[in-house]
């Protein structure tokens, strides 16, 4: 190959490489970069926190969740009227939540732990309202007595020792009492429990019938969201994760639902010892009712948003006794340890596809080596040697049959020379060579096709692990989740592929040989989106195996000029 076609073909490559940099600048950015970023109000106050206009009207045409005692009856409430500017503000370690006086519902909440992109700082929020998502948790008292009932025109207004409460250094739980007394009597105490590193939030209504009738009324927990895109999904390959409700309940511990599934069929079912959430990309929200208690499962659509949430059996209380109820909420990140410890089943929000009982060991593995080392990028490193380890005979055989099978290369040759011309003769004398030499020609896909389940395994982990969420490397990768911004480490993944197969025999079949010359190149295409820890680890995989390939080809070549000798 002369200088001015190596040239030429540089400058191809150079330019393809420009060309794939600037279609991604274009049409591949990631999707929460495509968010409108939310809209604040020009003060920097609290009063941009809004229910949509046509669920605020109140038209009267809502429906909402029925009680156990009368479900031929659909009851609505006022918990859907317009979020005020009366917010309460709640701080813990690990969470900020605005709770609004009004209803004293979560309308907002962020993760302090958990930054909004990796262009931005500010804390990622979950629970939020406005003009581009409506996602708030609502709790209330509904039924006959009940404050939040249809039965009353103006939800309840709570009072509130302060409008600020913030988990001290020396606390490890904090609790918020909104209390509310009403016109016959009765005094409601609405209370959140939070504590310390922790995404649970206990919520309790105690009540004190000072009235001189019986008070009776239903507690319902709710998840309200409208179908705004998940703002940390990631497009990886054209899959996304869910984004939708899951119910579990003792019989059927995980149903998805997705908005198709709600619109067409609305659910009504009673569960004890159950949980809903709502799923999105690393994250969820759920209710879980208290141990033993049976509930009323449901969801239904409230103009564009859509409520999934349950209701208690009615709750009566006499004259002159008192009584609580209530239920937890979870409003966090889907990491496995936490959410083992919320409830049965919850874990498997944590979706690591259908190889799932390859795919836990390998993030137990590998979330092991991150605690040894402190980078999600070493601990990849860490996991390929021990792969590889694990897998290293069965590559060592498949080595030594591709050796062999390079070292009697002049032999097919000399066979091609004789019976070129008669594929049967030819077909019989290179099997007996193989058999001979005791070469497996199938055996160089050996290691590719055993790996393939670890590999697609590691995918998932590294797509529904919320740890490797902008988890940095070293240089340029700064998120090991996403694809490489610059395709380096996929061209470097090409490149080694390439080197690979050259220790490898050419394929008595022209046209094999000519598709076995693309295969680095078709490898590195299918690389460029794929998450960067992904290509890392097809990328140290494949300097692995061509140290223990090239170590074996020569040993194997030494032999044989050992014997010819």
């Known amino acids: 190959m002369d200088i001015q076609r190596i040239v030429l073909f540089a400058g191809l490559a150079i330019v393809s490489y420009l060309m794939v940099l600037a279609w991604n600048e274009d049409y591949n950015q990631p999707q929460q970069q495509q968010q409108v970023v939310e809209q604040t109000s020009s003060t920097g106050s609290d009063t941009d926190l809004r229910i949509p206009e046509e669920t605020a009207t109140g038209n009267g045409s809502r429906e909402e969740f029925t009680t156990p005692e009368d479900d031929s009856q659909a009851l609505g409430d006022t918990n859907t009227t317009e979020v005020s500017d009366q917010l309460i503000t709640v701080r813990t370690d690990v969470l900020e939540l605005k709770i609004d006086r009004v209803g004293g519902n979560l309308v907002e909440s962020s993760l302090l732990d958990y930054d909004k992109s990796l262009d931005s700082r500010a804390s990622l929020k979950i629970l939020t309202n406005s003009d581009n998502r409506t996602y708030v948790l609502e709790s209330g008292l509904i039924g006959r007595d009940g404050i939040d009932s249809s039965n009353r025109n103006q939800p309840p207004v709570y009072d509130s020792a302060t409008s600020s409460y913030e988990l001290s250094e020396d606390a490890n739980e904090l609790t918020v009492d909104l209390t509310y007394t009403t016109e016959s009597g009765v005094e409601i105490t609405k209370q959140y429990q939070f504590a310390r590193d922790s995404y649970e939030i206990g919520m309790r209504y105690l009540i004190n019938n000072q009235s001189d009738k019986d008070w009776k009324a239903n507690l319902t927990g709710k998840i309200v969201r409208d ?37 067409e069929t609305p659910i009504n079912q009673s569960v004890t010892n159950g949980w809903l959430a709502f799923l999105q990309h690393y994250f969820l929200t759920a209710w879980v009712p208290e141990r033993d208690q049976p509930a009323q499962f449901q969801t239904t659509r409230r103009g564009p948003l859509y409520v999934m949430g349950f209701v208690y059996p009615a709750t009566t209380v006499a004259p002159g006794e008192t009584a609580e109820i209530g239920a937890r909420a979870y409003v966090g990140p889907k990491i496995i340890d936490r959410l083992e410890a919320v409830a049965p089943n919850m874990d498997r929000t944590v979706d690591f596809g259908f190889l799932f009982f390859i795919a836990l060991p390998l993030f137990i593995i590998l979330e092991w080596f991150y605690g040894l080392v402190g980078n999600w990028g070493v601990a990849i490193i860490l996991l390929t040697v021990l792969v590889k380890a694990v897998f290293f005979h069965l590559s060592a055989t498949s080595y030594r049959s591709m050796a062999r099978m390079r070292a009697v290369a002049p032999q097919l040759t000399r066979l091609k020379e004789l019976y070129g011309d008669d594929r049967q003769r030819m077909s019989q004398e290179m099997m007996a060579l193989y058999k001979r030499e005791k070469i497996n020609p199938l055996g160089g896909c050996l290691p590719i096709l055993v790996q393939m389940p670890v590999f697609i395994s590691l995918y998932w982990v590294l797509f529904e692990s919320v740890q490797l969420r902008h988890a940095p490397f070293m240089l340029w990768i700064n998120d090991l989740s996403v694809m490489d911004p610059y395709f380096i480490l996929p061209i470097l993944m090409g490149a080694s592929m390439f080197l690979q197969m050259s220790l490898n025999p050419t394929p008595p079949d022209p046209m094999q040989a000519k598709i076995m010359k693309m295969m680095p190149l078709i490898f590195t295409v299918f690389f460029l989106w794929f998450p960067a820890g992904l290509v890392l680890y097809w990328l140290v995989n494949n300097i692995l195996s061509i140290a223990q390939q090239w170590y074996i080809t020569r040993k194997i070549e030494a032999e044989v000029a050992g014997r010819k000798h």
């Open 227 to 263: 179908q705004a895109p998940d703002p940390t999904a990631q497009n990886s390959l054209g899959i996304k994760a869910f984004l939708g409700m899951v119910v579990s309940t003792p019989e059927d511990p995980y149903e998805k639902y997705d908005f198709s599934d709600l619109s």
